[in-house]
């Protein structure tokens, strides 16, 4: 990956996070409950590229067998057959790796 993609890619996420940070604090104040469609709107999304280079990361540290293991739990042998729905919480179980 470019260092400047990998650079807009931090950007994206840190705007993310402010903008959360600024619906967190807005419902706190109001002591209202956080609008759902607005924390929804800025979740990340992932893409399979995105997910295969987590993998392959996490599969350079050595986690190659504990990454056949998740995707099994998926009911995959290959991330190609995991739903696109499922790769946030994909993502989520392998960063506990």
Same mark, same amino acid.
């Given at each position: 990956?470019?260092?400047?993609?990998l650079l807009?890619?931090?950007?994206?996420?840190? &705007?993310?996070?402010?903008?959360?940070?600024?619906?967190?604090?807005?419902?706190?104040?109001?002591? &209202? &409950?956080?609008?759902?469609?607005?924390?929804?709107?800025?979740?990340?999304?992932? *893409?399979?590229?995105?997910?295969?280079?987590?993998?392959?990361?996490?599969?350079?540290?050595?986690?190659?067998?504990?990454?056949? &293991?998740?995707?099994?739990?998926?009911?995959?042998?290959?991330?190609? *057959?995991?739903?696109?729905?499922?790769? @946030?919480?994909?993502?989520?179980?392998? @960063?506990?790796?």
């Amino acid at each position: 990956m470019s260092r400047i993609k990998l650079l807009m890619e931090i950007k994206e996420d840190a &705007e993310n996070l402010a903008s959360s940070i600024g619906i967190l604090l807005t419902a706190l104040e109001s002591d &209202e &409950e956080l609008p759902k469609e607005e924390v929804k709107q800025n979740e990340k999304t992932y *893409e399979i590229e995105d997910v295969r280079k987590i993998l392959a990361d996490k599969s350079r540290l050595g986690h190659t067998a504990k990454i056949r &293991e998740l995707l099994e739990k998926y009911g995959a042998k290959k991330l190609s *057959e995991i739903e696109p729905s499922n790769y @946030e919480d994909l993502i989520a179980d392998v @960063e506990k790796l």
